[in-house]
């Protein structure tokens, strides 16, 4: 029994040594992974905030570069409705591959390099945490696809409101004299004798007590413009008279010569400009309407870009640093079920113990019990 009870002491003994180490290990592995999860989800953050500031950094420089994308661009160019629809996709599709191509140029090596370098970083920090026979297999434990980033730029949905012009303008005709000075908005109201744009109207109360309210003869210089191109359209689409008027005064002024060489020239160089105005330049006023359209569009996805392209980075990187606290996990839980272990060990050690224990002293209390009888009744008389 001394020999039973000894060596349960010391089972229990080296029990409660191994439960104390895996009770260390296990707080050892619970505080590191909160501070290594803590330190990586702000790397993350600030890889990920560089991700969309070097995307809409590159978009940006894209976009100044859109004409020199769009003039690559070589296809049969018609004015007809149904080579113009076809024209358009196939011109939205190379935008779209030209765009995503040079992104990838510009951003997709560095930022790739950039999430194995965390991704490898965050698989040597988790390590220590894991036993030595995961740790060699890490690699093949934890998924790593290939990654590839991805701009969906949508351009066919973008620019699918686009109306091109290629009419015919000449370059000094009324309309585009207006439009030149005035710009396009402007010109439309002014040529369409809007007459009533210009007058504000005057609330009854002002908003403010103290400040009078502005005279309704106050304009801007923009409004004073266009009521004063507006009245002289108004004024010769009247009446012929006025046009005669003035050219009299004309006449008399500079001569008839002088009159009829700048008509003669003015009609030579629409002559000139309708001759111009083939297919091919037709095609140019196209992409160069086309780049300012796309160009204003684009601008306003720059943002949603970066923050597309940022989120995948985040999801990948997440994602591996999930898969690594899978396999730490499951170490916690192996630790958790050894621990268990080691206690219900030591309670039936415990308890052997005391049996041990129990049945020593009741041996020991038999046997003196069995040399008093011997010494009083079997010991021979004298």
């Known amino acids: 029994m001394d020999s039973l009870h000894i060596a349960a002491q010391e089972q229990r003994v080296y029990c409660l040594e191994m439960r104390e180490e895996r009770q260390e290990r296990l707080t050892f592995i619970d505080k590191q992974l909160e501070l290594l999860a803590q330190d990586y989800k702000l790397r993350i953050k600030q890889i990920t905030e560089e991700v969309e500031r070097q995307v809409s950094t590159a978009m940006a420089e894209e976009i100044r570069r859109l004409s020199v994308l ?61 036993p030595a026979s995961v740790r060699t297999q ?14 969906d730029l949508n351009c066919d949905k973008l620019c699918a409101d686009f109306q091109e012009d290629i009419e015919f303008h000449f370059s000094l005709g009324w309309t585009m004299l207006v439009n030149r000075f005035l710009g396009p908005k402007n010109s439309r109201r002014a040529l369409m004798g809007y007459n009533d744009q210009v007058q504000r109207p005057v609330p009854l109360t002002p ?47 500079v001569g008839w010569r002088l009159i009829a060489l700048s008509f003669g020239l003015y009609g030579l160089l629409y002559v000139y400009e309708r001759l111009t105005w083939t297919t091919k330049a037709k095609e140019r006023a196209f992409k160069r309407q086309f780049v300012e359209y796309a160009s204003e569009k684009l601008q306003l996805v720059v943002s949603y870009t970066g923050s597309n392209c940022s989120h995948q980075v985040q999801q990948e990187l997440s994602g591996t640093f999930a898969h690594l606290c899978q396999q730490v996990d499951v170490t916690r839980e192996n630790l958790e079920q050894e621990i268990a272990a080691m206690n219900q060990k030591i309670e039936v050690l415990v308890s052997l113990q005391s049996k041990a224990k129990l049945l020593r002293n009741k041996g020991g209390w038999m046997d003196s019990e069995l040399n008093m009888f011997m010494h009083q009744y079997l010991q021979p008389s004298r």
């Open 70 to 130: 769009v003039d690559e661009y070589q296809m049969d160019f018609h004015p007809s409705p149904v080579v113009l629809k076809v024209y358009k996709n196939e011109l939205h599709r190379h935008i779209e591959e030209g765009l995503g191509r040079n992104m990838s140029d510009r951003c997709s090596t560095a930022i790739t390099s950039s999430l194995q370098t965390m991704q490898q970083e965050m698989m040597d920090g988790l390590k220590p945490l894991l």
């Open 138 to 151: 890490i690699d093949m434990l934890v998924p790593r696809q290939c990654f590839s980033l991805s701009y």
């Open 207 to 253: 908003a403010n007590p103290s400040m009078p309210p502005l005279p309704q003869g106050s304009l801007t210089q923009e409004e004073l413009m266009v009521s004063m191109v507006t009245g002289l359209a108004s004024l010769t689409s009247r009446t012929s008279m006025g046009i005669l008027v003035v050219g009299g005064v004309v006449w008399k002024a």
